[in-house]
């Protein structure tokens, strides 16, 4: 089981920045991932971006590419999701999501632990 808890959403304007975290409770072995997701009102959860072990390898949605950044601690339990540039159509509940291996690294329900997400708003 791995508890994933994520924190550092909030109120920004746009154009602001914020960074989110996702810490984990354990850490896995073998290949595995982390993916962000995030969920509008009335829409469907969506890809954002994600980060897997051992190899680095980062994953980014056409949306945000250029404007957020995955990105790990050493120790591989923290992931961090910073994001830049923000507008308004980012706004959304944010999820963290772990799983082993990395094919099909955008789809959900690939997904087998969630975190309870973190709210981004951001004002026009």
């Known amino acids: 089981q791995v508890q994933l808890v994520e924190s550092g959403g909030g109120l920004v304007q746009a154009g602001g920045s914020l960074r989110l975290s996702c810490a984990a409770s354990?850490?896995?072995?073998?290949?595995?991932?982390i993916g962000w997701f995030r969920q509008a009102p009335g829409k469907e959860r969506d890809f954002v971006a994600a980060?897997?072990?051992?190899?680095?390898?980062?994953y980014y949605a056409d949306s945000v590419k250029g404007r957020f950044t995955v990105s790990r601690d050493n120790a591989g339990n923290t992931v961090y999701l910073q994001m830049n540039s923000l507008r308004a159509e980012d706004t959304a509940v944010y999820y963290c999501?772990?799983?082993?291996?990395?094919?099909?690294?955008?789809?959900?329900?690939?997904?087998?632990?969630w975190g309870q997400g973190t709210q981004v708003t951001v004002s026009s």
């Open positions: 354990r850490r896995t072995f073998g290949d595995y991932t």
């Open positions: 999501a772990a799983r082993d291996g990395y094919t099909s690294y955008g789809q959900p329900n690939k997904y087998d632990y």
């Open positions: 980060i897997n072990w051992p190899y680095a390898n980062r």
